[in-house]
């Protein structure tokens, strides 16, 4: 891995989590500190997250985390639910023997975690989502759904302490995967669907 690439994850993952606050100033000498890296490769990488709307660049002030709007939710979703349930019905069609036994594994970590780890389970939820979007077989896809995962995550996090039990919409993946098994494209979709759905539901139900 590049260094500016593993800056990007390390970075990415910390804005996501809200470690990194919405509109924080970005300080590039402690990120530099706290993931020993050089300036060159952490400032390609908030570039990069600038480009995908996790940075704001402001000339002359410099950069800060971008903020979350209740705007984002609406415009999250809806693109999430076109998206994420063609990308599905890809998945149903192309999804290798392999990929579909690592979803069938990772949702069975689900019974392995208890109903107040809600970190834990969401991490669970990163993954299947990552996933769906390689077994698509469509990488320009899997890039656009990526981006708005992570703007997901965003709002996610920052309702955390609000939200009750996730579990249930984390089962959901169960279902998923058996459509995906039976290569029932229309089911998959749907369901994928009912789970994007739901799951911002939930999120509006506390904002």
């Given at each position: 891995m590049r260094l500016s690439d593993k800056a990007y994850h390390l970075i990415r993952q910390r804005i996501i989590t809200l470690d990194l606050p919405p509109m924080s100033a970005i300080d590039e000498q402690?990120?530099?500190e706290d993931l020993q890296l050089g300036r060159t490769p952490i400032r390609e990488a908030l570039q990069r997250l600038a480009a995908e709307n996790l940075v704001e660049i402001i000339p002359r002030r410099g950069?800060?985390?971008?903020?979350?709007?209740?705007?984002?939710?609406?415009?999250?979703?809806?693109?999430?639910m076109m998206l994420?349930?063609?990308?599905?019905?890809?998945?149903?069609?192309r999804a290798s023997d392999s990929q579909l036994a690592e979803m069938q594994m990772l949702i069975e970590e689900l019974d392995r975690l208890p109903n107040d780890n809600r970190k834990a389970l969401m991490v669970i939820d990163e993954e299947f989502h990552e996933l769906l979007y390689q077994a698509a077989g469509?990488?320009?896809?899997?890039?656009?759904?990526?981006?708005l995962h992570a703007l997901s995550f965003r709002i996610w996090h920052l309702v955390l302490d609000r939200l009750g039990s996730v579990r249930g919409a984390m089962e959901q993946h169960v279902e998923i995967t058996k459509a995906l098994k039976a290569r029932d494209e229309a089911r998959a979709e749907a369901l994928l669907q009912q789970?994007?759905?739901?799951?911002?539901?939930e999120i509006k139900a506390v904002l």
């Open positions: 402690t990120l530099m950069m800060f985390v971008a903020d979350i709007g209740l705007t984002d939710l609406h415009q999250v979703f809806e693109l999430r994420e349930g063609f990308c599905a019905r890809l998945a149903a069609q469509n990488e320009f896809l899997a890039d656009t759904l990526r981006r789970h994007i759905c739901e799951f911002q539901s």
